[in-house]
């Protein structure tokens, strides 16, 4: 039984940085959420891959305990070319391949059709309420998005986050999906939507949570090797939303404490290319990592 389910996308990557560019490398939402996830939970992927998905990716999942019976594969696989200049908070999407993802329609293996926790991970919102309307009694619900939705999408993403949890947006997406340049009343408005949570990614600035106990800040960790953000935002998700499921505890200080789990994981994943710094992180060193961050905040 698979207790922690993750849809997203599974990407071939073409990534531009200031310092270098990388050509289909692996990538995708549920990709980073999972293996981020993988640290603390045995996460079940839903997605769909094309004939063209290199198998050694397959293995890499099968090897942090990914489960993939919700992997299907047809088609062509989804592509994304992204780049960054010097504020590496903002990803800017130069082209974006649907391929097998244009008309996927998923399909819930019976194995994880009784999760209590799932992550929706930036893909369609309306494939995220297809997947979330198979499971049947779900204890934490988390979503995230992106512009692209917001923009196109906006009717079916708020009909989604009616329906969930906790709420992940970065600033400037928050910014626009609540109409206004203001956190704190993004904030506000976010849990008049019946959320537990809205949680807004700063980038290397850190984190915000907003909830209906009070509000909590977490700073970014001061990372001198950055090389490409990609994933980031997701691998914070897999580290948060797996954390809360190993521990089963979803009160309001566990999710802080989730939040920086997440936070760790999302800065070692910034220290190299595609999944490549989170092939060779260990859990020991997140625990390290995770000590740092508890003497940062101390004063
Ligand atoms: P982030 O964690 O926000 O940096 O997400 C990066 C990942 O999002 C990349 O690996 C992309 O493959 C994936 N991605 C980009 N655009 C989309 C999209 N429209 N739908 C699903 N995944 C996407």
């Not at 939507?193 to 909590?216: M, P, R, Y």
Request: glycine share 8%; net charge neutral.
């Amino acid at each position: 039984m698979v207790n922690l389910v993750i849809v997203g996308s599974v990407a071939l990557d073409t990534v531009q940085t200031p310092f270098r560019i990388v050509k289909n490398v692996l990538g995708g939402s549920a990709v980073f959420s999972s293996v981020a996830a993988s640290y603390f939970s045995k996460p079940g992927i839903v997605a769909v891959v094309g004939e063209d998905f290199p198998q050694e990716h397959v293995d890499f999942l099968k090897n942090r305990n990914v489960n993939l019976e919700g992997l299907e594969a047809e088609g062509k696989t989804f592509r994304w070319e992204g780049s960054y200049e010097y504020d590496m908070n903002e990803a800017h999407t130069k082209k974006t391949e649907l391929n097998s993802f244009e008309n996927f329609n998923p399909k819930l293996p019976k194995s994880y059709k009784k999760a209590k926790y799932v992550f929706l991970g930036n893909i369609n919102p309306e494939l995220q309420l297809r997947v979330l309307d198979q499971i049947k009694d779900p204890k934490l619900v988390m979503l995230d998005s992106m512009k692209l939705w917001i923009e196109t999408k906006k009717k079916e993403l708020l009909k989604v986050i009616k329906k969930i949890d906790v709420l992940l947006l970065n600033d400037g997406e928050a910014r626009m999906l609540f109409d206004t340049p203001n956190l704190v009343k993004a904030g506000s408005e976010a849990l008049k939507l019946g959320l537990e949570c809205f949680i807004i990614k700063k980038g290397e600035h850190g984190v915000l949570l907003f909830s209906k106990e009070g509000f909590f800040a977490a700073s970014g960790y001061p990372l001198e090797n950055l090389k490409d953000p990609t994933g980031c935002g997701d691998s914070f998700a897999g580290g948060l939303i797996g954390y809360l499921e190993s521990t089963q505890d979803i009160s309001e200080k566990n999710i802080r404490k989730a939040i920086i789990y997440g936070s760790v994981i999302a800065s070692f994943n910034a220290e190299d290319y595609s999944l490549n710094r989170l092939k060779t992180v260990a859990l020991q060193d997140i625990q390290n990592r995770y000590t740092e961050f508890k003497k940062m905040g101390e004063f």
